[in-house]
């Protein structure tokens, strides 16, 4: 081969290997790949999926394991250990120090109308595990994008079956555990082979638009709540105190009533005996009941005097003097 035009060059000489050292290296290079694609490690969270040529064979536990080298067997490592979750109206950007999250074109999955034709923006979390891998791997194709899909719709029909007010305030644990069961149910129809740990909802809040008016309404209703709670209170306090005063003046009635009947009953049983006692002996009951009026008039009288009936000349020893003159100035 003529060097011409090319200028002054060296001719470079490949050596020839052995024809028994390229055999080795062949071999080595096939003893490599044989050993690379036949073992493989499956970490305590997860379960090894093996499957031939695309058809499910096996599951292995977590440890070193064997599967049919050169792609015979694939192996898809499905985490049945750890929890998932998925997030709607929000993403997490990042989770080191302080997290931080995004709402930046996720308007579609967060706004929603409820029961009484309002708007409100629902941000929620759903957290699950994988329970069935082979469920989860065959039964449903895309078997993400379909939980998430299955999620939106759930929650959107319970949000529509309630008022904003119940979603934004009370019912909000309510709403999240009929999602949650609603969910499983639907995820076990499909067999996805998901099992839904809870259902949270992150923030609720009226568009922002409308928060100010919203905002106003709720201190309407608070300012409502607490002015009737005070009425109730002011009720709780009077109403008891005045049904325990007219009781008790009721009772004092029917005591005074009984009192009374009482005791016109015993005077009139008392005269009844006196008049019967009477007829019987009337010079003995004139004389008894006579002394013991005496007995009750007499001590109450200052001065007494006691005359006989056949006295006479009786004005000269009374010193009536002193009567007059008390009479005149009074």
Known sequence: MSNEGFGNQIPVQIPKLPGGLIR?????????????????????????????????VRSTDPGLNWKLPFGIERV?????????????????ISTGGRTQYTQRGLEGESNMLTGDLNVAVVE?????????????????????????SMTEAVVRKVVGDRTVNEVLTVGRQEVASLVERNLQKLCDQY?????????????????????????????????????????????????????????????EARGYALDRINRARGDS??????????RL????????????TMNTILPQVSRKIIVDDEISGLLPLLNLGDALQRKEGN
């Open 24 to 56: 080795f290296v062949v071999l080595g290079v096939i003893v490599l790949i044989l050993l690379l694609t036949s073992f493989y490690t499956v970490s305590p969270e997860q379960i090894g999926v093996v499957m031939r040529f695309g058809e499910y």
């Open 76 to 92: 898809t490592k499905v985490p049945v250990q750890r929890q998932l979750k998925e997030e709607f109206g929000f993403r997490t």
């Open 124 to 148: 929620w979390v759903v957290q699950y595990r994988i329970v069935d891998p082979y469920k989860f791997l065959f039964r449903v194709r895309s078997v993400r994008e379909t939980f998430r």
């Open 191 to 251: 067999e996805t082979g998901i099992k839904v740990e809870q259902v949270v909802l992150q923030d609720v809040n009226p568009p922002d638009p409308v928060k100010p008016s919203f905002n106003e309404v709720n201190q309407a209703q608070q300012e409502r709540e607490k002015l009737i709670n005070e009425a109730q209170s002011e009720y709780n306090r009077v109403i008891p105190r005045a049904r325990g005063q007219a009781q008790q003046t009721i009772e």
């Open 269 to 278: 049983a008392r005269f009844a005996a006196l008049y019967n006692a009477y």
């Open 281 to 292: 002996s009337p010079d003995v009951t004139r004389k008894r009941i006579y002394l013991e």
